[in-house]
């Protein structure tokens, strides 16, 4: 193995005898160690030497269609974006050094926030590092001791550090199950502190939760809600605010949280909410508080990105016409995807096991074509999938070429 790190004789001589305090990641290990033996190239170290347009990369000094990105609406590459980076570069610096309550915010923080709040017609929105600390701060500093979080069984890993962040009681619910959350939301005691966590876009198999059902349930049983609109936002909804605003519930969000690393383009994270007292948060949430703010190219990219995304409906409907797509042919040639249905820009293939999995996305990369290979536990029910997320500056004549390499990659594994 290159990098050493599962040789068991050198982390004895490392530890002297101590408890190794690796020894838990010994199944992880074995399992690379497994996959690697196998002959495949390690799905979790890929390099791109180059990125040419939001849809391919040079990789292994191949040109390779990229269907893994998350880059839904091929904005990185928007020339105005760019520019506006390059601007801000010159203008501000290269970085803030500071917290958001010090020395990092700049003027750039705040048009980030004014155009998050147009975006979603809000009365307030907070910027944050990563989508990551939206999550892990919003909801560590909302739910605290003697709260009550009720969240879906399969929700993203910040969702469930944010709970235990903030040591709320945390109570999952079966994926997606309306009602198995009312059952929960029943049983919390009388005059406890209620939040309901939830996501519009799964990004495991791309389906979409029962938004309208839920948080109708959830207001009912006294409970304020969050929705994660990470894998929506720009693409699902009529002006691309998520599934929130598809399902007419945007106005009973008590808060929408979202990140710029997707159909923004970019990185950094946000929560948009109207509660009143919103504003005190930028004072009592600690991972907005205790790191340095974003770098103005940053920001800049995100606002500019955002008001663009704005008016994105034409790239919206292409984009849907490529996850129809998608999702049609790769059924049709008998691979079993996540959704009977296309909801999103995910497209997740169910892979019969993680080595199959492994042989499957060489072979695709083998072909030129990059999706994720993800396995649990990120996965639920132990699945190994491979990923697609469709992008809406994939060419219809690149998915046609997506298919066809499925194809040859699915009979030279024997998936298909
Ligand atoms: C549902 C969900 N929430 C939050 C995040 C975190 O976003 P970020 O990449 O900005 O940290 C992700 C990222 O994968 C996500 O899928």
Redesign the pocket.
């Known amino acids: 193995m290159s990098e050493g790190i599962d040789q068991p004789d050198q982390a004895e001589k490392l530890t002297g005898g101590s408890t190794d305090l690796f020894s838990k990641f010994d199944d992880t290990i074995a399992m690379r160690a497994n996959l690697l033996a196998s002959g495949v190239e390690d799905p979790f170290s890929l390099v791109m030497e180059k990125v040419l347009s939001p849809t391919r990369a040079i990789c292994n000094g191949r040109d390779t269609i990229l269907l893994g990105t998350?880059n839904y609406m091929g904005m990185t590459f928007d020339p105005d974006v760019v520019e506006a980076g390059k601007q801000a570069l010159d203008d501000f610096g290269s970085g803030t050094t500071g917290s958001r309550v010090l020395n990092g915010t700049y003027q750039g923080h705040k048009e980030c926030e004014d155009a998050l709040r147009e975006f979603y017609d809000m009365d307030h929105a907070m910027v944050f590092s990563?989508?990551?600390?939206?999550?892990l701060g919003i909801i560590s500093t909302i739910a605290g001791k003697g709260d009550y979080v009720v969240l879906d069984i399969d929700?993203?890993?910040?969702?469930w550090d944010g709970c235990a962040m903030g040591n709320a009681e945390v109570v999952p619910f079966k994926h997606n199950d309306i009602e198995a959350m009312e059952k929960r939301l029943k049983r919390i005691p009388e005059g406890a502190g209620k939040l309901v966590v939830l996501?519009g876009?799964?990004?495991m198999l791309g389906d979409v939760a029962p938004l309208a059902e839920m948080v109708r349930i959830a207001k009912e049983n006294g409970a304020m809600v969050l929705v994660?609109e990470?894998?929506s936002m720009g693409f699902i909804g009529e002006n691309g605010r998520g599934v929130c605003e598809e399902a007419g519930i945007i106005d009973d969000c008590d808060f929408i949280?979202?990140?710029?690393?997707?159909s923004v383009g970019t990185?950094?994270?946000f929560c948009v909410s109207n509660h009143p007292k919103f504003e005190i948060l930028r004072l009592m949430c600690r991972p907005y508080v205790f790191t340095a703010s974003l770098p103005p190219s940053v920001v800049a990219t995100a606002a500019t990105s955002i008001r663009k995304l704005m008016h994105g409906s034409n790239k919206r409907a292409h984009l849907w016409e490529n996850s129809k797509r998608l999702h049609s042919g790769l059924t049709e040639m008998g691979f079993t995807l996540g959704t009977d249905e296309p909801q999103s820009a995910i497209v997740a293939v169910i892979m019969p096991d993680l080595e199959k999995g492994a042989a499957m996305w060489s072979a695709l990369l083998q072909e030129g074509l990059y999706v994720n290979l993800a396995r649990p536990p990120a996965t639920p029910a132990n699945m190994t999938l491979l990923r697609c997320s469709l992008c809406a500056e994939h060419s219809a004549e690149e998915v046609e070429t997506i298919l066809q390499m499925f194809q040859n990659a699915g009979k030279a594994v024997g998936i298909i």
């Open positions: 998350y990563t989508g990551y600390q939206a999550n929700s993203h890993a910040s969702i996501e876009v799964y990004s994660d990470a894998h949280i979202g990140t710029f690393s997707k990185v950094g994270g």
